[in-house]
């Protein structure tokens, strides 16, 4: 199945690292072109940080250095030093949009930290290689990556290429840290929760429920502890911690699919593995607009360059949370032009 991955960094003003499959060969046709678009136009310059560590290597390490530096869950909102974002990019083509969060990141430095999980095989891989567990695989390594990275990194974004930033990131940034909501429990403590969508009254869920065979999920997930939410998560450091020391629910997850149009591992893993694990601390929605209007092959609506318009960012803005949303999807990469000029007007103003 999966090989052990190789870890590249990129470091200029930030982090970039790339972890991806093993496979030297692979390397120059993910570096081609602009295969590290995301890279070169933040003129970078690249070193291997660690090679041939295997998954459970990684996670092991990422483990025992978060619990040594336990202390960096308690700077959460502290002036000295400042919690970073880490931003998780998952994608299996150029990132399209790199100038425009080139720009969303200008002058934030020391703020966040970008790592960006390329998969080589992508492109000769046909489409419809989703209901593997591959993209759970690679949002841990991105985990492990970026906990083991820096102890400060405090909040994890997962996010993809088709994905934009609907506000600034001083806006996302002080939603994060600077609002923290009170606990159901202990009302007068604040809590800084994790942005996972988990629902439970899905007409198919109980399809996706036993995608893998009938009893197969038992007994680590019965039925009514099943889950499912968009992949696209903001988790914290406590939380991310919880997904890669997981190997109980995992050891289910990876299992094969029978029927592969009910299966999408990565929408049920993350989840479910945090409504069990820790449900108060989490927020049960999302931070990344999606339109599923219309949605063709499980694929949501993709927003074509006519469509973007002021009106459409405020639009997507809009939730039924105390939060705006802070990102959207999914936007064609024809988009970008459209959305440059109105980043500083419309978009990162607010
Ligand atoms: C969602 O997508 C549909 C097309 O499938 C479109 O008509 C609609 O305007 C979109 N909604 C928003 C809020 O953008
Ligand atoms: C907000 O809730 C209403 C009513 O449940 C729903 O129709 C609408 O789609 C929701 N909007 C968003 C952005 O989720």
Redesign the pocket.
């Known amino acids: 199945m999966l090989a052990a991955p190789l870890i590249w960094s990129w470091i200029c003003n930030v982090h970039v690292a790339w972890a991806f499959y093993e496979q030297e060969r692979k390397l120059k046709w993910v570096f081609r072109g602009g295969g590290v678009s995301g890279c070169a136009l933040l003129s970078c310059w690249q070193y291997v940080l660690r090679a041939g560590l295997d998954d459970l290597a990684l996670f092991r390490r990422a483990t025992l250095a978060s619990l040594g530096g336990g202390a960096t869950v308690s700077r959460l909102g502290t002036t000295n030093p400042k919690p970073k974002i880490a931003f998780l990019f998952l994608t299996n083509t150029d990132l399209h949009f790199a100038p425009l969060w080139e720009l969303f990141f200008q002058n934030n430095e020391g703020l966040y930290n970008i790592y960006v999980h390329a998969d080589p095989f992508s492109k000769i891989t046909p489409p419809g290689g989703r209901a593997t567990p591959t993209l759970i695989s690679a949002a841990r390594r991105l985990l492990a990556t970026a906990l083991l990275d820096d102890p400060l990194n405090s909040y994890f974004a997962l996010i993809s290429q088709h994905c934009i930033p609907l506000h600034s990131f001083q806006y996302l940034y002080s939603s994060l840290f600077l609002k923290p909501i009170s606990s159901p429990k202990s009302p007068s403590f604040p809590m800084y929760p994790s942005f996972i969508e988990m629902i439970s009254d899905e007409p198919l869920l109980w399809d996706r429920y036993i995608a893998r065979g009938k009893n197969v999920m038992l007994p680590e997930v019965p039925f009514d502890r099943f889950r499912i939410g968009s992949q696209f998560f903001v988790l914290t450091r406590q939380h991310a911690l919880v997904v890669i020391r997981d190997r109980r629910l995992w050891r289910k997850f990876k299992l094969p699919c029978l029927n592969l149009y009910s299966c999408y591992p990565e929408e049920h893993y993350f989840p479910t593995l945090l409504s069990m694990e820790d449900p108060d601390g989490c927020t049960h929605y999302t931070l990344t ?1 999606v339109n599923w209007t219309g949605s063709v092959d499980g694929h949501p609506h993709t927003y074509g360059p006519a469509e973007v318009s002021p009106r459409l960012i405020e639009e997507l803005r ?3 949370s105390s939060y705006s ?1 802070m990102f959207a999807r999914k936007f064609s990469p024809d988009c970008l032009q459209p959305l440059l000029d109105m980043a500083d007007n419309v978009l990162f103003r607010d």
């Open positions: 607009r809009v939730s039924n949303f």
